[in-house]
């Protein structure tokens, strides 16, 4: 089973539309939890670390339920930039694990 | 400005040469990591190093070598013996412990003809 599992997509969305993204993690010891943006043929940049209360930064949300080991990503109002593939990434014991990664297109 | 960087861009290289590639950072990280990324996957981890002259092997390291002389450099040699090295390598630091992300480089495109 890989240690962490997401959903390729691709999610294709009209601007301004809210779309969600989840992530489910395996091993039940991972202590943090981050979500991280790659644009085509770049490195991956960091969005968001994931908290246990949850934690937003301006349309993004990201929210984490350790009981059944998921986490995931909303975004609101989308805009034509947010098209990337999101990543999640876990660390579990100083070791990072990364999901396949979501793929994103807002349409005008 | 602190940052990583990773030289070259765009590398070629004919069948059965060795080539580096070099990974810098300025961000005093004692943690720094090798990736893979190959079209439409995730990022497999080569290798990783904690402490200089230290170093351990990821998921894939058959067919690369690494060393670790300075907290601020971590090259990545790409052996002969790596049988599909065509890839997109990164470079990541981060500082240790279970709370830190990692950031990185801008990737160096390897392309072995």
């Known amino acids: 089973r890989k240690e962490v599992e997401q959903d390729p997509g691709p999610f294709n969305v009209p601007e301004g539309a809210t779309v969600a993204f989840n992530c489910t993690y395996s091993?039940?010891?991972?202590?943090?939890f981050f979500w991280y943006r790659q644009d085509c043929r770049k490195e991956p940049k960091l969005l968001m670390s994931?908290?246990?209360s949850g934690n937003e930064d301006g349309r993004f949300t990201a929210q984490l339920n350790r009981a059944s080991q998921y986490i995931s990503l909303l975004i609101r109002d989308s805009k034509l930039s947010d098209s990337a593939t999101y990543l999640c990434?876990?660390?579990?014991?100083?070791?990072?694990?990364f999901g396949t990664g979501t793929s994103l297109t807002v349409i005008p | 400005d602190g940052g990583i960087t990773q030289s070259p861009k765009y590398l070629f290289r004919k069948e059965g040469q060795n080539v580096t590639l070099s990974c810098e950072q300025n961000?005093?990280?004692?943690?720094m990591y090798w990736y893979r990324q190959d079209p439409g996957q995730g990022l497999r981890l080569i290798y990783y190093?904690?402490?200089?002259?230290?170093?351990q092997k990821g998921d894939i390291a058959e067919g690369y070598s690494v060393s670790r002389e300075k907290k601020e450099s971590f090259p990545l040699t790409v052996t002969s013996a790596q049988k599909n090295p065509t890839a997109f390598y990164l470079c990541?630091?981060?500082?240790?412990?279970?709370?830190?992300?990692?950031?990185f480089g801008p990737g160096t495109r390897l392309t072995v003809t």
């Open positions: 990541a630091s981060s500082i240790i412990g279970a709370a830190y992300e990692q950031y």
């Open positions: 091993n039940s010891a991972s202590q943090s």
């Open positions: 994931v908290y246990s």
């Open positions: 990434v876990v660390n579990t014991g100083n070791q990072f694990y």
């Open positions: 961000l005093n990280h004692d943690a």
């Open positions: 190093s904690q402490i200089v002259n230290d170093f």
